[in-house]
């Protein structure tokens, strides 16, 4: 049973605690999560459709993102809450979308899962230290200088090097560079980037001024 605060339910105070921006961070996590939905449907039928629908929701999980952002500040609504719905909004949209993107793609093999699971796992670790140390890096206005490391959001560079590969009809069997055979398992070189941008998002001598 819903406590009661001041003669509401306790959920309505916390609907009443959401802001315009929290609604947009909200969208972002909405297209990652139906991203994700796309890319399993291809995995399943390969039908480009659905592909190509996975990669153009999560560019537009990134425009939401932006777009909360400039929100936040315009209406000068910042808050741990939003902190905290923008960062488990861009786990889905930056960090397991594109994996899953990347796993449909035909990064199937044993060593491609360590990597697509191995930049998840970036992307939730460079997410939380961020949160912990943001106040740390906060300038007297409030305002976060820098990155330590990549943003998460870059991941988005990823995503458009797979939708180019689909375009070309280069999934599966057919992704660029082909698959190596190592040992157990097979790992297909594409996966590297991911290995990149994962560990390029977790770097601490990586700084990148914040705009």
Not at 124 to 140: C, E, I, P, Q
Not at 177 to 205: C, D, E, N, R, Y
Request: glycine residues 10%.
């Amino acid at each position: 049973m819903a406590r009661v605060t001041a003669g509401r339910p306790r959920h309505f105070s916390m609907i009443r605690g959401f802001h315009l921006a929290d609604f947009l961070t909200l969208a972002n996590a909405g297209c990652g999560t139906a991203a994700i939905f796309c890319a399993a449907i291809f995995a399943a039928d390969r039908s480009p459709g659905h592909f190509e629908a996975a990669a153009a929701l999560i560019l537009a999980a990134l425009v939401f993102d932006v777009l909360d952002g400039r929100v936040a500040r315009w209406r000068q609504n910042h808050s741990a809450l939003g902190r905290e719905l923008d960062s488990l909004s861009d786990v889905i949209s930056f960090g397991v979308a594109p994996a899953a993107l990347g796993f449909a793609a035909g990064m199937n093999g044993a060593w491609d899962w360590v990597v697509l699971i191995y930049f998840v796992c970036c992307g939730v670790s460079r997410l939380a230290r961020y949160n912990v140390t943001a106040a740390g890096m906060s300038d007297d206005s409030g305002k976060v200088g820098y990155f330590e490391g990549t943003p998460i959001p870059t991941s988005v560079v990823l995503v458009l090097v797979l939708a180019y590969a689909a375009s070309q009809k280069a999934t599966g069997a057919a992704l660029p560079g082909g698959v190596w055979t190592l040992g157990p398992g097979q790992l297909h070189p594409l996966a590297l980037l991911f290995a990149l941008s994962g560990t390029l998002m977790i770097s601490k001598t990586l700084r990148i001024p914040k705009l």
